[in-house]
C-alpha cells in the first residue's frame, strides 16, 4: 500500500511537470529576430497625404474647397500583425466651431463612399487646438490586405458621411 502511494505521487508529480509549458520568452529588442519583425511590419506600412477637396452637398450650389493638409501612417505592428499603429496629422482651416475631426479608413478611393474597415465608432476623435491642428498616435484592431485600395477621409465634427469630408489621403503602400 505504501509503495502504491510513493508511485502514485511519482506519477502525479510527473504528469504535472509534463504539462506545465515553458515560460514565454520576449526577444531581446536587439536581437536579429526583434529586427526582423520591425523591419517587416515597416516593409508592410501605408501612408498618405491629405489634400484639401471640394465639399459635396444636395443644394444647387457651387463646391467649397475644404483647406485640410497633412499626412497619414498605417503600420502594423510587429509584436501581433492584427494590430496597426496609426499616426495622422493634419490642419484645417481656423473655425472657431470645429473642436473635434472624426476619421476613417475606407476601402476604395477618396471619394468612393465605400465603408469604413470598422464600425464608424471605433475610430477615435481628434481634438483640434487653437492652430487648427489635430494629431492622433493610436493602435487599431485592423490589418490591410495588400493587394487592397485604401483611403482616410477626415470627417468635420463626428460626422461619418461624404458631405461631412473636409480632407481625403490616397493610401499607399510602401516597402
Not at 444647387?60 to 494590430?83: C, D, F, I
Not at 493634419?90 to 476619421?103: A, K, Q
Not at 471619394?111 to 483640434?128: C, E, I, K, R, Y
Not at 493602435?139 to 473636409?166: C, K
Request: net charge neutral; aromatic share 4%.
Amino acid at each position: 500500500m505504501r509503495l502504491s502511494r510513493i508511485l502514485t505521487s511519482v506519477l502525479i508529480s510527473a504528469a504535472v511537470g509534463a504539462c506545465a509549458s515553458a515560460p514565454s520568452v520576449t526577444p531581446d529588442p536587439n536581437s536579429d529576430a526583434a529586427r526582423t519583425q520591425a523591419i517587416m511590419a515597416r516593409a508592410k506600412r501605408w501612408t498618405g497625404t491629405f489634400n484639401p477637396t471640394g465639399s459635396v452637398s444636395g443644394e444647387l450650389v457651387p463646391s467649397v474647397r475644404q483647406n485640410g493638409n497633412g499626412n497619414v501612417e498605417l503600420t502594423p505592428l510587429a509584436s501581433n500583425p492584427n494590430l496597426s499603429h496609426v499616426h495622422l496629422s493634419v490642419s484645417v482651416s481656423m473655425d472657431p466651431s470645429l473642436e473635434t475631426l472624426g476619421w476613417a479608413i475606407h476601402g476604395g478611393g477618396c471619394g468612393s463612399g465605400d465603408p469604413p474597415v470598422l464600425a464608424p465608432g471605433a475610430f477615435p476623435l481628434m481634438q483640434v487646438n487653437a492652430n487648427g491642428q489635430a494629431n492622433l498616435d493610436v493602435d487599431m484592431p485592423f490589418a490591410l490586405w495588400e493587394s487592397g485600395s485604401y483611403h482616410v477621409n477626415v470627417f468635420r465634427g463626428t460626422g461619418t458621411q461624404l458631405t461631412d469630408v473636409i480632407t481625403c489621403a490616397q493610401l499607399r503602400r510602401k516597402s
